[in-house]
C-alpha cells in the first residue's frame, strides 16, 4: 500500500487503552472504520477519546443505513448497522432474480466518495450533531432500473425470474450462514426500502446538496466499466 506524503500514521491499539490515548492526543478529529465484529469495542475508543480531553468530532462507525429506521428481519435484524458502506455490486449475469418489490429507490456510493464526502464534513459546522447521508440524487435508483441500465449497455434482454415477498422470507429462514444474512439485507432494502426515505432537516443532512462541487461517481459511469 502507498502511503500519501502528507499521510502521517500514528500507531493505537483498540484493546491497549493506553496506547490508544496516547495517538488519540495527537489527533482533533476522529473518524472510526471499524468492522462489525469491533462495532461493540467503539465504546473503548470514546472511552480514550474523553481521557485524551482534545478531540473535537468524533465518527462513529455506521456507514450504512440509519439504524433509527432499520425494520430488517431474520439474523440482520438487531445488527443492521453493522452492515458497511454500500458499494455497487453487480454481477454481470443472464439471469436476474427480481423481487417483486423491487420498485424501491436505493442508494448508492463507491468507496472513494465516501472518503471524499466525509473529510469535507470534518470541519464544516453544518454537520455538527447531524446524521449526515451520503444520498446523491443521480444514485438513487430501484434494482429494476439497475437491470433496465445494464440491458441498455449490453444490448441484451436479460431472463428475468421473478421472486415474491413470501418466498424470499422463506428463504431468509432456511439458508445456511452467511447467505441468510445477504437474503435479509435484500429484503430489508429492496423489499421495505429501509433506506427510502424523506431526510428530516432539523437533525439530518445530505452531502451532496451541502457540497454541489464535489464529483461523486455515478451508477451509471460505475456500471460502464464492465462493458
Not at 491499539?13 to 476522529?30: G, N
Not at 458502506?85 to 429507490?105: E, G, N, P, R, T
Request: with cysteine; net charge negative.
Amino acid at each position: 500500500m502507498t502511503i500519501p506524503i502528507a499521510c502521517h500514521i500514528k500507531i493505537g491499539d483498540l484493546y491497549d487503552h493506553e496506547s490508544l490515548v496516547k495517538a488519540i492526543k495527537q489527533v482533533d478529529v476522529v473518524i472510526s472504520t471499524v468492522g462489525q465484529n469491533q462495532l461493540d469495542d467503539q465504546g473503548k475508543i470514546i472511552d480514550a477519546i474523553k481521557e485524551a480531553g482534545n478531540v473535537k468530532r468524533f465518527y462513529p462507525s455506521e456507514f450504512g443505513v440509519d439504524v433509527d429506521r432499520q425494520d430488517a428481519v431474520g439474523p440482520v435484524k438487531f445488527g443492521f448497522g453493522k452492515q458497511q458502506h454500500s458499494v455497487i455490486h453487480f454481477h454481470l449475469l443472464h439471469l436476474i432474480k427480481m423481487f417483486l418489490s423491487s420498485a424501491q429507490l436505493i442508494p448508492y456510493i463507491v468507496q472513494h466518495d465516501v472518503g471524499t464526502f466525509t473529510i469535507k464534513t470534518v470541519d464544516d459546522p453544518r454537520t455538527l450533531n447531524k446524521v449526515v447521508y451520503i444520498n446523491p440524487p443521480k444514485n438513487r435508483a430501484s434494482f429494476n432500473e439497475l437491470v433496465a441500465i445494464w440491458e441498455k449497455k449490453i444490448g441484451i434482454t436479460l431472463e428475468t425470474e421473478y421472486i415474491s415477498e413470501e418466498q424470499l422470507l422463506k428463504n431468509i429462514q432456511e439458508a445456511p450462514s452467511p447467505l441468510d444474512a445477504i437474503l435479509s439485507i435484500n429484503h430489508a432494502i429492496l423489499v421495505n426500502g429501509t433506506s427510502n426515505f424523506p431526510i428530516e432537516p432539523s437533525f439530518g443532512v445530505e452531502t451532496s446538496e451541502l457540497y454541489p462541487d464535489v464529483k461523486y461517481t455515478t451508477v451509471e459511469e460505475f456500471l460502464h466499466q464492465f462493458v
